[in-house]
């Protein structure tokens, strides 16, 4: 199991003190989150991509590979590359510029994000999203899996004999989870491929949720890429932890109230008790965890969301803290003892590269017609 944080990368005002911090305190503290990551001993760091206020992540690829020059170990993702309305040459290009900065140590979930005005921001139409998220992953796919490209589409310019540079590293590409809180099509897409689904399941009830990860099971089976409780899906989470439960619910509260995207509508108490949202006790943040499982099977991803809603640095860091002392080694050691042999860990560039010198069909496979996904 991977466990790690991830970022919506919003700025916005701290409840308690009003105040707002800038970009660059925003931006500078997705790094000190990072670093921290490591330190506790997690496995994973990922954050969005925007375009729009009140975000700053515009450049995922940037901040990562900032990020991969102070680290050594963790896994450095995103939890939406945008498909849709970035240019798959530049997604190709830049994913695997990051990948030898940081040894492989990248992966990326697409997804066509939850932001209509985007679309004709970069000259694209919201109708055609799914057109979009089709026919531009055929070409990233292409562009990754062979050296020179031919190539003509509807949504872009022809390629003619074209190369990707600098090409991935070891000849393997970054591992793609297609990220979903909503659409079927998008996980018809990641079961044709055999590629990882991510299911940031942190607003809407675990019912809905397990119709989405309960398809891309079956369809990962029928399209032949193993059984379907061995594909691989990731889950998103989020907690609010103190060692006493109630000094919790009290400190987070005025956060939760004026979250941007739940604050104003359901209490705090009724989405915990409907979302993976715990605000409570490292132990009840480690139950709650662990039933994820009973739910949506065996996984190979766990992140959870702690650096919103104007949550301070200090106090994300002290739940980073808690989370590595408290809750970590026991959740590694239960998600490890209940995973069965033959369900496969979480992708790593280093397991595919060994899959590859073993002429052992790496878990994100290259195929030229599209799913149906009408």
Do not use: C
């Not at 995973?339 to 010198?357: M, Q």
């Amino acid at each position: 199991m991977q466990i790690g944080v991830f970022s919506v990368s919003d700025i916005t005002r701290d409840p308690v003190t009003g105040r707002i911090p800038t970009e660059a305190e925003r931006i500078k503290a997705a790094v000190a989150i990072a670093r921290k990551v490591e330190e506790i001993g997690m496995d994973v760091y990922a954050t969005g991509e925007h375009h729009n206020p009140p975000f700053y992540a515009s450049s995922p690829t940037t901040l990562l590979g900032y990020i991969a020059a102070q680290t050594e170990r963790i896994i450095l993702s995103t939890t939406t590359t945008l498909i849709t309305t970035n240019d798959p040459v530049k997604i190709a290009e830049d994913f695997a510029m990051l990948q030898h900065l940081a040894d492989g140590r990248v992966d990326l979930v697409l997804g066509r994000g939850n932001t209509a005005p985007v679309y004709p921001w970069f000259g694209k139409d919201p109708q055609d999203s799914v057109e979009l998220t089709v026919e531009n992953y055929n070409l990233l796919r292409q562009l990754w899996d062979n050296e020179t490209v031919n190539w003509q589409g509807k949504f872009r310019t022809p390629l003619h004999n074209f190369t990707a540079i600098p090409r991935p590293l070891d000849d393997v590409a970054p591992f793609v989870w297609h990220g979903s809180i909503r659409t079927p099509q998008v996980a018809e897409i990641a079961a044709y491929f055999g590629d990882g689904f991510f299911a940031n399941n942190i607003f809407w009830p675990k019912e809905h949720y397990m119709q989405l990860i309960g398809l891309y099971r079956e369809r990962y089976e029928h399209y032949g890429h193993g059984r379907a409780d061995q594909a691989v899906v990731g889950l998103g989470g989020q907690f609010f932890m103190r060692k006493n439960s109630q000094d919790a619910v009290n400190e987070f509260r005025p956060y939760f109230d004026n979250a941007p995207v739940y604050g104003h509508g359901p209490s705090m108490e009724d989405f915990t008790a409907q979302t993976p949202l715990t605000v409570g006790s490292p132990q009840e943040v480690l139950e709650k965890t662990l039933s994820f499982q009973e739910y949506f099977g065996d996984y190979q991803r766990q992140l959870f969301l702690i650096d919103h809603a104007g949550l301070p640095l200090k106090t994300v860091l002290e739940q980073l803290d808690l989370f590595g002392e408290y809750v970590l080694p026991e959740l590694r050691r239960e998600f490890d003892s209940r995973r069965p042999d033959d369900v496969p860990e979480g992708p790593t560039h280093a397991a595919r590269v060994a899959a590859r010198k073993a002429d052992v069909k790496p878990a994100s496979s290259s195929a030229s017609p599209s799913p149906a996904v009408q």
